[in-house]
């Protein structure tokens, strides 16, 4: 048994308040004032003075994929051999030891959804980790966590190189290809029921999108462009899956158009990188100024660095920018916590301070948003993964 005492803590559901968080079992076990007399034999870390949060999530980034200072020697998040390969797995590609996981700790972030590029119109399936130390499985949270796809600039560009496709529509159509060819295979296996002889060859790739025309899994669509926004809705109403929108950089700009369609379809929505130049024709709208829009416009958002184009440690420096820019500051602590834990469906265990859930939890000597404030102490399951105290 482990008690926080003291601390100004913010559980993001509920108010803020002055006192202790009690941990055991790696999950949260009790909230309030003076809890020590409640657990006499517990272990009291004094935090007066600073700040707790929910620990950070990450809902976007390349974590593992894209390994810190290494080259291509360490670059395992895009492959080129075809347009669709749903069947690629993150965990099979990310370094768990890569030093960016103890960066990301140090920084206040507890988990990272972590997975493949936007080289491929089907990229493969991301995973949800948490930072502490040790193995894949150590780290695991869940897997899969979410299907890659990516609409726009980035696959017409790698496979306009290699003479395959042009355009946009090529893209699109690529992809409805490969969920309506997993949609005939999953009709197939249904018409077998339990006949072996009538089941159909065995493809590993089709296989793997089941999940999500099965609506098992959500497709995590890269979209930049609100003509590629748009067409990521149009698909998603087509075959009746479930999705988020990543990135979504010109989505402020059409906001309160655009929050029937998320709304309707139950879409999560994924901003950023922030705090990074327009290194393409996709980002010349791009806007610290979104996330207060977005906001302004009731449409619910979650944060991401898209590591490596922001190092992960920075991810409430972009808030904090947000902030800088009209975002209040409980709209970013949520776009940072609750927020992305429910665009993932990991909100019955992490994103909020609450009795039960994994005691995945940031103290920050100040305002977590000031970027002078370091994280002083960053728990994962309940076991301190970071400390300066």
């Not at 005492?5 to 559980?11: A, D, L, Q, S, T």
């Amino acid at each position: 048994m482990l008690i926080l005492k003291n601390g100004f803590v913010c559980p993001v559901v509920g108010d803020s308040f002055t006192g202790d968080i009690a941990i055991e079992g790696g999950r949260i076990a009790a909230l309030g004032e003076r809890i020590e007399n409640m657990y006499p034999d517990a272990e009291i870390l004094d935090i007066s003075g600073r700040t707790a949060v929910p620990g950070f999530i990450d809902a976007h980034c390349h974590v593992g994929m894209w390994e810190d200072g290494m080259g291509v020697e360490g670059s395992d998040g895009n492959d080129y051999y075809s347009p669709v390969t749903p069947e690629l797995r993150a965990i099979d590609g990310i370094n768990p030891h890569d030093r960016c996981f103890a960066e990301a700790r140090q920084g206040g972030v507890t988990t990272v959804v972590t997975g493949p590029g936007s080289a491929n119109v089907i990229g493969g399936r991301f995973a949800a980790l948490k930072t502490c130390d040790g193995e894949i499985e150590d780290k695991l949270l869940k897997f899969p966590l979410a299907m890659k796809a990516a609409l726009g600039e980035n696959p017409k560009r790698v496979f306009t190189g290699q003479k395959t496709f042009y355009t946009r529509m090529a893209v699109a159509a690529h992809l409805r290809r490969a969920l309506t060819d997993a949609r005939d295979y999953d009709e197939k296996i249904r018409r077998a029921g339990d006949d072996p002889e009538k089941l159909p060859k065995r493809d590993h790739s089709l296989e793997a999108l089941l999940p999500v025309i099965r609506r098992e899994l959500p497709l995590k669509i890269h979209a930049h462009r609100i003509d590629d926004i748009r067409t990521a809705i149009r698909i998603a109403r087509e075959f009746n899956i479930r999705f988020t929108l990543d990135h979504f950089t010109e989505g402020y700009m059409f906001a309160s158009s655009l929050k029937k369609d998320i709304d309707e379809l139950g879409a999560g929505v994924i901003v950023g990188p922030y705090m990074s130049d327009r290194s393409k024709i996709e980002l010349k709208n791009g806007s610290m100024r979104a996330p207060a829009v977005l906001a302004e416009n009731g449409v619910s958002f979650a944060i991401m660095t898209d590591h490596p184009v922001i190092p992960i440690q920075y991810l409430s420096v972009c808030a904090a920018l947000a902030i800088r820019e009209g975002l209040s500051e409980e709209e970013a602590l949520r776009a940072l916590t609750i927020n992305p834990a429910r665009i993932t469906g990991l909100d019955g265990r992490i994103g909020s301070i609450e009795v039960g859930k994994d005691a995945d939890i940031a103290v920050f000597g100040g305002n977590p948003f000031d970027f002078r404030s370091r994280c002083v102490l960053t728990l994962i399951n309940g076991e301190i993964a970071h400390s300066e105290l």
